[in-house]
């Protein structure tokens, strides 16, 4: 992934606080915690710790990005329930972008990434007037890679995550100062893989249109 300015071009259609676009994806970080105290670096030798380890469970992780303007928030979640999905679909709606008139919200085929589940959290009335602000946009099956929150969960991983943390305290910790360096460079993707591309290298993902 190369890391672009914000005024730097994304390939994507210019921004319009009216319809944001939104990139949503979940992923899980197994907590871990040590059985014996490391032993610290020193001159010469880096930080030695056990091979052996304590599993303290399992937390989800829901990343939203908004490609155009460098802003991604993660929430921390105990369980990947279609409840916790639906609070974060709320969140966008009345607490990130209360005046939009629409939300373009990409994502993947998650059997939770419905609208059911805001039915299922959310009495009908509330429900509809959350889903009103959305615009549901699906990658193709076996190509959720094309959503750049997935990028930006490999970056989480690559630049925060990538050892053992052993609550959920200590890894909202620690997510929040990642979160706060990158929305504060406006750190965006520099995507440059068209749609033609795609329609050209990922034809068996899409439908076949006979004439």
Request: aromatic share 10%; hydrophobic share 35%; net charge neutral.
């Amino acid at each position: 992934m190369r890391i672009a300015s914000k005024s730097s071009t994304t390939g994507l259609t210019p921004y319009d606080t009216d319809y944001p676009i939104v990139c949503f994806d979940e992923s899980s970080k197994q907590l871990i915690s040590e059985v014996r105290t490391p032993i610290p670096a020193s001159t010469g030798q880096v930080e030695r710790y056990d091979y052996e380890y304590q599993r303290e469970g399992v937390c989800n992780l829901f990343m939203m990005f908004e490609p155009l303007v460098g802003w991604r928030h993660v929430v921390v979640t105990d369980h990947r329930t279609q409840i916790d999905y639906a609070y974060q679909i709320k969140y966008l709606v009345d607490q990130r972008y209360p005046h939009a008139i629409k939300i373009r919200l990409a994502q993947d085929n998650l059997n939770t990434h419905v609208k059911a589940s805001l039915y299922k959290a959310f009495l009908p009335a509330e429900a509809r007037r959350i889903l009103d602000k959305i615009e549901f946009h699906y990658t193709p099956k076996h190509g959720s890679w094309l959503n750049m929150a997935e990028i930006e969960l490999s970056v989480l991983n690559r630049q925060c995550l990538d050892r053992r943390i052993p609550d959920k305290h200590l890894l909202i910790q620690e997510i929040s100062a990642w979160e706060n360096r990158m929305n504060s460079l406006s750190c965006i993707v520099n995507w440059q893989f068209t749609t033609a591309d795609a329609r050209f290298k990922l034809h068996r993902l899409y439908p076949s249109i006979i004439a």
